[in-house]
DNA sequence: GCCAACGTTGGC
DNA sequence: GCCAACGTTGGC
């Protein structure tokens, strides 16, 4: 059973064409425990992942990516020189951890934030909570699909019939 | 362990 | 730029 999650980045940040321009990332800087536990405990390799693009006009998810690398320690809490500088952090304990991911496919059609909210079908979507600032989040099945329809994928495609 | 102050996220 | 909703910090 492959996971299916939501991450946020912010496109001025690292869009989802930085990713595809790079070929492969490091998902480094997250330093909220919810999301850094589902990147060490839960993400696993092959698991796929709507790239959303938030804070910015209107928000929306711009493409679909893999996760390549299971949660391992992120190095950037322990660099001084980071502004993920984390001074509690230390090779013992780095106490963050990240994801390595890699492009799938771009969304033909991005999916804003509006469409999801509008449709009923989303209901109960975490994303669409108000107040929902997790920027990693569980997908059910049925919401991840939907999405790729909406971006004018092939869900089948994708996700392997 | 409580909780006020503060910082961040992210839509609007 | 505003501000609601949280999460974190630190004094007590």
């Known amino acids: 059973m492959t996971g299916l999650w ?20 490091h998902w480094d800087g997250v330093r909220n425990y919810q999301a850094r536990n589902m990147m060490r405990d839960q993400m696993k390799e092959g698991d796929l ?16 990516a893999k996760v390549v690398r299971e949660g ?14 984390d001074p509690k952090a230390t090779a013992d304990n ?6 390595d991911l890699e492009p799938v496919v771009e969304c033909p059609t991005a999916v804003s934030l ?6 009923p079908l ?11 600032r997790l920027s990693i989040q569980p ?3 049925v919401h991840f699909r939907r999405v790729l ?8 495609d994708v996700m392997g019939a």
């Open 114 to 119: 509006e469409t999801i909210k509008s449709d």
């Open 49 to 64: 992942v709507l790239y959303y693009h938030s804070n910015t006009k209107p928000p929306h998810v711009a493409g679909v």
């Open 139 to 141: 997908v059910e099945d």
């Open 72 to 85: 391992y320690p992120d190095h950037t809490a322990l660099d001084s020189t980071s502004k993920y500088f």
């Open 149 to 156: 329809m909406l971006a004018g994928l092939d869900a089948d």
């Open 122 to 132: 989303f209901e109960g979507m975490p994303l669409i909570r108000r107040g929902q």
């Open 94 to 99: 780095p106490r963050w951890s990240m994801v």
């Open 6 to 25: 939501l991450m946020k980045s912010e496109p001025h940040v690292y869009a989802y064409a930085d990713l595809v321009a790079d070929g492969r990332t």
